[in-house]
């Protein structure tokens, strides 16, 4: 049995979540949120905790089994409390503004890029950092993974867009011996 998949997921106060035959939908004060339900995995509600089981023993519900109770434990975070992916920026005239919807990065390039960010992301920019909050797990990450790839780190400096808990690998120069 999944070890994932056998935890119960813990439903907050204000969380409503409701399973259909064809999808599951969670609303709670910062969002609502839906995700397809899979035909193998189902989700039984009962005293504030959601728990999946598997239909049968077959290799595509062991499969789904895991990541449906992952989704959906997102989902309930999300909705509850948010995400938050941090991204720092390291390099001279390195830099980074927002005005409304738009992210406008100097990344040493000969032009500003400006990055149009999806619907249910904000960012916010503070001291050489890019903080992207959303209540989507899988849409905020997607936007990090497309900021970071404008400038991704190099190994001799550092310079470029790099997650704030990522380690570099370092290397040196020429002249290291």
């Known amino acids: 049995m999944s070890r994932v998949g056998k935890l119960p997921i813990q439903i907050p106060k204000g969380v409503e979540v409701a399973v259909t035959d064809d999808a599951i939908q969670v609303k709670g004060p910062k969002g609502q949120l839906s995700a397809p339900r899979h035909p193998l995995v189902a989700l039984e ?5 959601l728990q999946c089981e598997r239909r049968d023993g077959s290799r595509k519900a062991r ?20 995400f938050e992916r941090r991204l720092e920026i390291s390099g001279v005239g390195y ?5 409304g919807n738009t992210l406008t990065l100097n ?15 904000s960012a916010r920019v503070e001291k050489g950092q890019i903080v992207l909050s959303g209540i989507d797990k899988e849409l905020l990450g997607a936007a990090a993974a497309k900021i970071r790839s404008m400038r991704p780190p190099e190994p001799y400096k550092g310079k470029g867009v790099k997650y704030v808990e990522e ?11």
């Open 45 to 49: 509600q009962e005293n504030g905790t």
């Open 63 to 82: 499969a789904a089994h895991g990541l449906i109770r992952a989704l959906t434990a997102n989902m309930v975070h999300g909705v509850s409390q948010g």
């Open 95 to 99: 830099r980074a503004e927002v005005s």
């Open 107 to 121: 990344l040493g390039y000969s032009h500003p890029i400006e990055y149009q960010l999806p619907e249910g992301v």
């Open 167 to 177: 380690r570099l690998l370092r290397k040196e120069g020429k002249s290291g011996k």
